[in-house]
């Protein structure tokens, strides 16, 4: 009644082979099971995958100007990116009239963290989508750890996906 070695090996292997292929990630179905009452619009699968692209391509340092490298003051990550992460960070860039689209975590709690951005981005006209996930949020900004506000600016490297991002994002519903 017992296994044999080699059905032993074979189970190891696939449970392995499962973890090496993102056996412990969750699925969409279940990250939307653990969504605050206040995030609406959601993002669709289709959508936050699309996002993620665009946050990482976002994420990504930019190449150096012609004048040559970056002056030492400037070095600060923040600035080399285009990309905007954190409650503190989004709110400042807003009230300054920065625009992009906005993305919230939709499993951040308490809500009282970040409850107030989507009224800022409805005062300024800017574009805002919740996704399931903080933690996946954080890993395509590029971070170890979950994010639980991030703004995408404008940017010439990913025109193209972030023109279908910020299409798709104005055509959700907004709350009422």
Known sequence: MT???KE???MEEEEEAAAAAGGNEKTYQELIANVNAIAQP????????????????GGEPQKPSSRGSMSPGTSDA??????????????????????????????????????????????????YVYIPSKVDLGSSAGSKRPTCVLMIKQHDDYQDAYEQCLEEVSCLPTPV
């Open 3 to 5: 296994k044999s070695k």
């Open 42 to 57: 959601l993002a669709s699968r289709k959508l936050s995958k699309k996002l993620y692209k665009c946050i990482k391509k």
């Open 78 to 127: 923040s600035k080399m990116k285009q990309i905007r992460r954190g409650v503190k960070e989004v709110q400042k860039f807003i009230n300054k009239g920065e625009k992009g689209i906005v993305v919230l975590a939709g499993d951040t709690l308490p809500i009282d963290v970040y409850c107030h951005i989507p009224v800022l981005c409805e005062d300024k006209s800017i574009p």
């Open 8 to 10: 032993k090996a074979t």
